[in-house]
């Protein structure tokens, strides 16, 4: 058996700079990953290169003092861009989404189904796909439990959603 280029080592030389996988946006006080386009908690940057990009311990160390010269915030406390001329947030993709237009309601999802759900749990009535949504454009700095949608006010989009 031969030996292979991927094995890996402190020196390995394809590994992107510590700016370049990890791009700090200070308005928000986030790292979005390039590679996988979302914003990393703070105390999970280590274990995200560990379990997600397979970069060992030692090939960690420059990440670890990159981030640690950084101001970030938890994700309950990232503020979203509150202009529209702040959206969308760099390195984050946009997806189709929809948004309540029920009066004072500010709820964003990605699906006609979750919408379909908040109407009833929220609004104690089936909803009418032609006057209680629009689509608009979204995005949301982290994944999973702290998933959180913004859009854009004034933001409009015709892309057809999946239930």
């Known amino acids: 058996m031969g030996w292979t280029a991927n094995i890996a080592s402190p020196s390995q030389p394809d590994d992107p700079a510590p700016s370049q996988l990890l791009h700090y946006l200070p308005d928000y006080q986030v790292v979005i990953c390039s590679a996988c386009r979302y914003a ?7 274990r995200h290169l560990k379990e997600i990009h397979r970069i060992l311990r030692g090939r960690r160390r420059k990440y670890s003092h990159y ?10 406390d990232v503020v979203p861009p509150s202009r529209a001329d702040q959206f969308p947030v760099p ?6 989404g929809l948004q309540c237009q029920s009066a004072g309601c500010k709820y964003l999802c990605a699906s006609n189904k979750r919408m379909q759900s908040h109407w009833r ?10 006057t209680d949504w629009r689509t608009v454009p979204l995005q949301t700095f982290f994944r999973g439990n702290h998933l959180r949608y913004f859009t854009s006010e004034g933001a409009k989009t015709n892309h057809a959603l999946s239930d």
Request: hydrophobic share 35%.
């Open 40 to 46: 990393v908690q703070p105390h999970g940057i280590l």
């Open 67 to 76: 981030v640690a010269s950084l101001s970030l915030r938890e994700p309950n």
């Open 91 to 96: 390195y984050l993709p946009v997806e189709p």
């Open 121 to 130: 749990t929220m609004h104690g009535r089936k909803a009418d796909c032609t």
